[in-house]
């Protein structure tokens, strides 16, 4: 991809919560996009509807393109209620994807995978840390990862899994654990946290993980895999009364034992991120909080 290519990069999961802000950057900034949604979408919010599971509609969907953002997977609920859509989308929808760019020469494919790849371990998490995954979804991102790069191996469609961590936003989903912990907060109940409470997470706001998806896009040199995170530890329970003084509430707070939770903390290492992309500074957790204030109060 360079400035004077003309084609669209293709975004799948365009309407999700990345993928909304990923497409709002591209356009911004006046490079071509064609937005994909999910087999379901209205093609009034995007341009095309793609169902991962159709080797036809990729087939469609990657033509033409100088680049590919792959965002689309199935997750949240619907990823532990339906584990088979879940493998078929996240591992094989990926695969299926990175071949049909491979066989129309799109030079660039950066698939949006996640750190939930990496086992409970303790210390900062590196790229080449241990990998344990964790439930179907983040099995099926990981698979993605290794389908991907097998598909895209010697060919000219270079093939980069970004691991992202913790993502927040104004608009994030219900699920998500700055807006539940919010919406807790805001109600009056009790956030039960699984110990150890001082457990740390990294936490990256959704217009700083767009704003790294674009770069990647035409970083001179990519690694196979790059974390995407802050590399700053917030404890949940600090996270959780940050957004209680913010949003002027108190915060109720329990720990309890629960059998199987991470028990390490889960904080990138962003040396090869910081490498590749010097540039890049992200946004501090109070500036994303400020934003959370201003809507609450709103």
């Known amino acids: 991809m360079n400035d004077a290519d003309a084609r669209p990069v293709l975004v799948t999961g365009a309407t999700g919560f990345l993928g909304r802000a990923v497409v709002r950057r591209l356009r911004r900034a006046g490079v071509p996009v064609r937005a994909a ?175 790294v998806m674009i770069a990647l896009l035409v970083a001179p040199k990519l690694p196979p895999v790059v974390n995407v995170g802050t590399g700053t530890a917030t404890s949940l329970d600090a996270l959780a009364r940050q957004i209680a003084m913010h949003i002027d509430r108190p915060a109720l707070l329990e720990v309890i034992d629960v059998p199987g939770a991470y028990v390490h903390d889960r904080v990138a290492a962003v040396e090869l991120l910081t490498a590749v992309l010097p540039a890049f500074a992200p946004r501090t957790l109070q500036y994303g909080l400020d934003h959370l204030r201003a809507r609450h109060a709103a």
Request: charged share 20%; with cysteine.
């Open 37 to 211: 949604g999910g087999p379901t979408a209205s093609l009034h919010a995007v341009d095309l509807a793609l169902d991962l599971r159709s080797e036809a509609q990729i087939t469609a969907a990657v033509r033409d393109t100088a680049a590919v953002i792959h965002l689309a997977a199935v997750g949240g609920p619907q990823s532990m209620h339906d584990t088979v859509l879940t493998t078929d989308v996240n591992a094989l929808g990926t695969q299926r994807l990175a071949r049909a760019a491979r066989q129309a020469g799109v030079p660039r494919l950066l698939y949006a995978s996640t750190h939930a790849v990496y086992a409970d371990v303790p210390g900062r998490l590196e790229e080449r840390a241990t990998l344990g995954p964790r439930g179907v979804y983040a099995a099926a991102k990981l698979s993605g990862e290794w389908l991907a790069a097998a598909e895209c191996a010697g060919s000219l469609t270079l093939c980069t899994a970004a691991r992202l961590f913790n993502l927040y936003g104004a608009d994030a989903p219900a699920e998500n654990i700055v807006s539940r912990f919010s919406a807790m907060i805001a109600t009056g109940e009790t956030i039960r946290l699984s110990a150890p409470a001082g457990r740390a997470i990294d936490l990256l706001h959704v217009d700083d993980a767009a704003t």
